[in-house]
């Protein structure tokens, strides 16, 4: 076989890719990344927008319990402390998330968690549902009718388009309830957002290897294969199988992001709209990732704001939470039977494997991959 001009040609410059580059020449192998956007960092790009670094493909809060893979991104970012702290607004009340005892004694005026528990417990006796069908039966049945009133039912059908009565109940598997005094969305041992942004973190990844963007690999992949020993893409499987059995089903979400000129708009990062009038699942300001300061450590006088407005996704859209129903679950093992025959090209990432990954995951297993599949060049 003749020698290739690279050992990795890497499709897609999101975390997978990029994690997947800096291992690949860590361990002293040739590599280029291509990614068909303009920009670096895939789906956790961020854009400095009046000193602010805007999440411009939703906000994204790193967590994990995962050593090395903490280990690593520290290697590229510092962290500062965010603690994901949500809020719902439910027709102009407040209530924090996710549900603990600040979330009942603004229902309910209880203080004590057995007082919380016994409430919540009558509203399940109440409700008399035993084996839910639905998802609005399984939600009450594990919080009580007035937590899924107010805090899920609106909220939940503006994210799937659909009536609660609707959804399986399988959806909802569990709740997080906590009867303690404590806001912190994540149970992670490390959390935080790097300061300065996460196309920062990434750009200190992929520094000293050669990118090229706006380069669509499917549009010349017989260019592309013939340049690198092996290809990994993190790009959709279905689209690398020109759609043979069908297109795989994403959500979609759409921003409406607005730059407003005053200091400060909703006094935290996230705030859920949890009625059902209100068309947006929730609201993001920027600012608050990183305390409303620039990189000086001055205030910014002026905020970013974005509306999510959830959607139905066609091909063509931006893709963002896969549907893992039977149907696409079944669809998308049809694929994979394709992929796992392939020589010479790895499939990683969200969009190939057709999964929700959190970042830390995605990142544990581009790290997993590389060290299996790469071997160290010895130099000597
Ligand atoms: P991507 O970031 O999508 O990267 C894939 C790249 O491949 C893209 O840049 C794309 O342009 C490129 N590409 C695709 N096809 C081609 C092609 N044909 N040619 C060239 N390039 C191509 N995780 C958390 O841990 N915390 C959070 O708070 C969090 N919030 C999230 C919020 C939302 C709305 C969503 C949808 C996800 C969130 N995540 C969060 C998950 C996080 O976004 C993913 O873990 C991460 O982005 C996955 O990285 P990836 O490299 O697999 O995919």
Redesign the pocket.
């Known amino acids: 076989m003749h020698q290739k001009q690279y050992d990795y040609l890497i ?8 994690v997947f580059a800096k291992q690949a020449v860590d361990k002293g192998k040739s590599v280029l990344v ?4 303009s920009h ?6 961020t854009e400095r927008i009046a000193d602010i670094n805007v999440h411009k ?8 319990n995962n050593e090395v893979v903490w280990k690593f991104v520290n290697r590229f970012a510092c962290f500062n402390r965010f603690t ?1 702290s949500p809020l719902a607004n439910y027709k102009g009340e407040i209530f924090s998330l996710p549900f603990n005892m600040y979330t009942f004694n603004k229902m309910w005026g209880v203080t004590t968690p057995q007082e919380a528990f016994e409430k919540i417990e009558q509203q399940k006796k109440a409700a008399n549902v035993h084996s839910p069908f639905n998802l609005e039966e399984q939600a009450i049945s594990l919080v009580g009718t007035d937590i899924y009133e107010k805090l899920i039912k609106g909220y939940t059908e503006k994210q799937w388009g659909r009536d609660c009565k609707d959804l399986p109940s399988f959806i909802i598997k569990r709740l997080p309830v906590r009867f303690t005094y404590d806001n912190n969305y994540f149970n992670a041992l490390y959390q935080g957002v790097p300061i300065g942004g996460y196309t920062e973190m990434v750009n200190k990844m992929l520094d000293g290897i050669e990118v090229n963007l706006n ?5 010349d992949r017989d260019l592309w294969n013939n340049i690198a020993q092996t290809v990994v ?4 499987i279905d ?2 199988y020109k759609y043979c059995f069908g297109a795989l089903q994403y959500r979609s ?1 759409r921003f409406e992001t607005e730059l407003l000129d005053i200091p400060n708009y909703q006094g935290n990062a996230a705030v859920n709209y949890t009625d059902s009038e209100t068309p947006w699942t929730r609201i993001i300001e920027h600012k608050w990732f990183e305390f409303g300061k620039n990189e000086k450590g001055e205030d910014i006088p002026r905020t970013v704001i974005s509306r ?1 407005l959830s959607s139905e996704w066609k091909l063509g859209d931006e893709p ?2 896969p549907v893992n129903d039977d149907f696409n679950n079944s669809l998308y093992f049809k694929y994979k039977e394709l992929s796992d025959k392939e020589r010479n090209i790895i499939f ?5 494997e057709y999964k ?7 990142i544990a297993s ?1 790290l997993e991959k590389s060290n299996s599949v790469i071997k160290t060049v010895q130099i000597c």
């Not at 670096?40 to 790009?45: E, L, Q």
């Not at 493909?57 to 994990?64: D, L, R, S, V």
């Not at 990683?348 to 190939?352: D, Q, T």
């Open positions: 499709v897609g410059a999101g975390l997978y890719g990029a291509i990614d068909k956007r670096i960092a895939g789906n956790v790009y493909y939703g906000a994204h809060i790193f967590h994990t994901n380069v669509d690999y499917l549009e893409y993190t790009g959709p689209a690398f979400v999510e963002y939470y990683g990432g969200r969009l190939a929700y990954y959190d970042m830390d995951a995605v581009a």
